[in-house]
Each structure stands twice: as C-alpha cells, then as structure tokens.
C-alpha cells in the first residue's frame, strides 16, 4: 500500500523530465523502474470506473436532495421504497433538462442529449457500478471524452472492456460480481494514474503523449503516438510484446457465457481473432459467445462467412434462448452476405426451410425475412405469430407488417385481434396510441406504509406501445441494408 500511495508523486515527478525525441523516450522506456500492477488496458478501465464514482454519487445526491428519495430505502425495498410524493418518472425538479425513472432498487437521470447515467443502490450507496449500466452510459455518450472514448465500442466489440474487469479483480483493485465496487488500493492506484491519462486524452503534442503511455506502462499507445515520426526498435518490441501476452490470453477457450474476452480479442484487429470468432460458430451449446461471434461477423460483413452461417443456423434448433436469437441472426447475416454477391436458388431454399421453421422468440422476425424471400409464406407465417404466445414474437411479427406496408399486410394487421397489432397499425396510420387499460388497484401495508404495487402484467400493458416504437426502429435498423431482397427474388 506504501508504493501505492507514493506512485501518484512518482509519476508526476518523472512526466516533468520529458525527453526530446523519439529514440530519447525509448531509451527512457528502458530504465523506467516502476512495475504497475495489471496490463495497459485494465488500468484505462480502473482509471474510467474511477472516474464515473462521482457520476453515480451525484444521481445519489439527487435522488435524496430533489426527488425525496432514500437511498437506504431503495437499497432494502427496492420498488417499494421510491418516494411515495412524486410518480416513477419524469422532470427532476430544479435541473433543467435531466429527467428520472426510478426502477426496482436503481433510478435512472436522463439528460436530453442522451446521456443517461443509471444507478442500482445497494449497501454501497450509489459507489457500486453495475458494467451494463456503465456500458449503457458509454453507448449514451454523444462525444465521449478522452478516457471514456477508446471503451465505447461498436457492433461486436461493444462491451469489450469487460474482459479486464476479471484482471481488476484478481488484482484486489476491485471487488464485486454482479456490480463492483473499487477497493482502497484501487482508488489510490486510479488515483495516481488519473492526472497522467487525463493528460494523454487531451494534449496535443505526439511527444509529451507518448512520453504519459510509457511512464504508464502503455508501450501500445506510445508506439501509436509515434508512429508519424518513426517508432524506435525498442519500443516497437515493447508493445508487440504487449499484444502477444493479450492476444495469448484472451484466445480461449471460453467459458461458457464469457463474451468479453472474444469481444476484446476482435478489438485487437481482425487478423487476430477472426479464426477464434469462426470456431466459436462450432462451439457446443450455444451461448452467448456464438452470439458475441455473430455480432463481430456482422461488423466484418464478409460474403466467405455464408456457409458457416447457415451451419450454425441449422444447429440451433432449440426455443430457449439464445438459440432462436442465434438461428434468426445467422439467416439474416447470411441473406445480407448472400444479396452482396448472388442470392442461389439453393441458397434461398435453405433460407426459407430455416425461416418458415423458427419458432419461439424470434418467431416474429425470421418469418419477417421469410416474407422478404418468400411474400406468400412469409404473410402467412407472419398472420400465425400474431398469435403466439410469446410477447417478443407477437411485436416483431407487427413490427415487420407494418415495415413490409403491403396491402395484403395491412389487412393482416386489421384482421387480427393481438393489441400489438392495434398498436402498430394505428402507428402507421398516423393516429395517436390507443390509451392503455388504467392498472389495477393493488394495495399492500409495507413497513407500516400503504404501499401501491404493480403486476408484470400492468408493467407490459402500460409500456408496450413504446415498446412497439422501438421494435419497429430496431427491425427497421437490421433490414436497412437488404432493399435489395425483392429484386433480388426476382
């Protein structure tokens, strides 16, 4: 811990000496003497996490401070504990353009640019981060700043950062499952790497940026910083070495539901992963790194991927997820793949075989894409999943009526009794959403309270038309690439 609290001092007493040249801070490089704890890549994550414990205290701050909440309260009671004065969401009073939504023990401030920050209370306060809500605060971000930018991701690599919280936690930097929370030493480690990598995000000189990388250990990012003025031998070994210990460790095999080591792997560069990302499409059962392996396919969208796409689609023929997701999302990277080059008639028949027999909960999109294949038995199939019994299913099915817009469509969508179908159609007809059923008066007495509660059912009634707005944006957004399906049918 002595080390750890006189780092911060150290560091900021050797980024004063900055070397004049290239081949000087490789040399430099070479005597640098302090050892920091885990790889370059999970000190940027302990820095970043470090960094949103404010965030989340200011939310705590104001949930107390102008909502009337209590923190306590929502950490033991969850639901039951948001303030009993003011409704589950809306306008936080006094700070123009934030609003909240308060959810089981979390509330959520939305600002309206985007950026949300959402936080789950618990005998931590409002310090424990739960990484899907900070990736979800990433994804939110409009123009992420310096520390948080190279975290974002995209596509198949979104999330990839997760890989390093196992390192963080083996460190004892942090400590936590399903949310963490930094420990002492990870605080004071964060703390005296922070000022260095602020200013590595921010300056503009290639020198003084490659000089910070080094003093933090980062050979990776000071080679990239010199590389318009010719990276020293040294250093270029350096970094290699670097991404040959990463590339070793995160190259599997994979535990089941380990998504994040094959995401960071892709984040390395394709020519490091892809042959990992193909043999997971083998892998058995299906989990959710085929998944993490199909959205990285997606992003490389490459026509050779075809045939193990449609391999991996014939295997998953199970209903419970994520099966029907990883059956639906390889027909569709398959048609996409297959439209860029030539749609073969064989093609198409192992396609339409595959879609016309989904079921489950991608029942509604595959036959939206047999649809696109297929007009005749797509609708048909598309009139049979408004029925089902699986809500996801009912949604897309309306959701790809509404975007297939046909008349034979429309009529399917008028024909049928599902208020999902209600919903849509009224969406496309320009008319304002049906009001949905008040909910059911249900009392209970809580902690001496009288208490007001809510049903799944009263939850799903009263947001399915947002819901169905987003189904639509989302089906819309997949298929925004396949205009082509229906010449290419012809």
Not at 195 to 200: A, I, N, Q, S
Not at 248 to 267: F, I, K, Q, T, V
Request: hydrophobic residues 45%.
């Amino acid at each position: 811990m002595l080390r750890l609290n006189t780092l911060g001092r150290t560091l900021a007493q050797a980024a004063q000496a900055q070397p004049e040249s290239a081949e000087r801070i490789a040399r430099a490089a070479l005597d640098i003497s302090v050892e920091l704890p885990g790889d370059p890549w999970a000190r940027w994550l302990l820095v970043a996490l470090h960094r949103h414990v404010p965030r989340q205290r200011w939310v705590g701050r104001i949930v107390e401070q102008q909502l009337n909440g209590d923190l306590a309260r929502l950490a033991t009671d969850g639901a039951l504990g948001a303030p009993m004065d003011r409704p589950q969401a809306g306008p936080v009073p006094g700070l123009d353009g934030w609003s909240y939504f308060f959810h089981g023990i979390g509330c959520c401030l939305t600002h309206d640019d985007g950026t949300a920050i959402d936080v789950d209370i618990d005998e931590n306060g409002a310090d424990s981060i739960d990484p899907w809500f900070y990736q979800s605060y990433l994804d939110s971000l409009p123009e992420p700043e310096g520390i948080e930018a190279p975290l974002k991701g995209a596509g198949g690599t979104a999330a990839w950062w997760m890989a390093d919280l196992r390192t963080l936690k083996a460190l004892k930097l942090i400590t936590g499952e399903r949310r963490v929370v930094l420990t002492a030493s990870g605080q004071t480690l964060a703390g005296a790497l922070a000022p260095l990598l602020e200013e590595l995000a921010r300056s503009e000189s290639p020198l003084r940026r490659a000089w910070l990388a080094v003093l933090l250990g980062d050979f990776v990012r000071a080679s990239h910083e010199l590389a318009s003025l010719a990276v020293p031998a040294s250093l270029r070994a350096a970094a290699q070495a670097q991404v040959s210990e990463r590339i070793s460790r995160l190259s599997g095999p994979y535990e089941p539901g380990n998504a994040a080591d094959l995401r960071a792997l892709a984040r390395l560069g394709r020519q490091h992963a892809e042959g990992a990302v193909l043999a997971q499409l083998n892998r058995s059962p299906l989990d959710s790194v085929t998944s993490a392996a199909l959205d990285i396919i997606e992003d490389w969208s490459d026509p050779r991927f075809v045939e193990p796409l449609l391999d991996v689609a014939e295997r998953a023929t199970g209903e419970v997820p994520p099966e029907p997701h990883v059956r639906a999302t390889a027909c569709r990277l398959a048609l996409q793949s297959a439209v860029e080059v030539a749609l073969s008639s064989s093609l198409r028949s192992r396609l339409t075989t595959l879609l016309a027999t989904t079921a489950g909960h991608a029942a509604g999109e595959s036959a939206y894409m047999l649809a696109l294949l297929d007009p005749g038995r797509g609708l048909q199939r598309l009139a049979e999943v408004l029925s089902s019994d699986i809500p996801l299913a009912r949604q897309e099915a309306a959701a790809g009526l509404a975007l297939l817009g046909t008349e034979e469509a429309l009529e399917i969508l008028g024909g049928s009794s599902s208020r999902e179908a209600r919903i849509i159609l009224r969406a496309v007809e320009g008319n304002a959403p049906e009001p949905h059923p008040e909910p059911r008066e249900a009392w209970i007495d809580w902690r001496g309270e009288r208490r007001r509660v809510y049903t799944m059912e009263d939850i799903l009634e009263t947001n399915l038309p947002s819901w169905m707005a987003s189904c639509l944006e989302e089906l819309r957004r997949r298929y925004a690439s396949l205009g082509r399906v229906a010449a290419a049918r012809r």
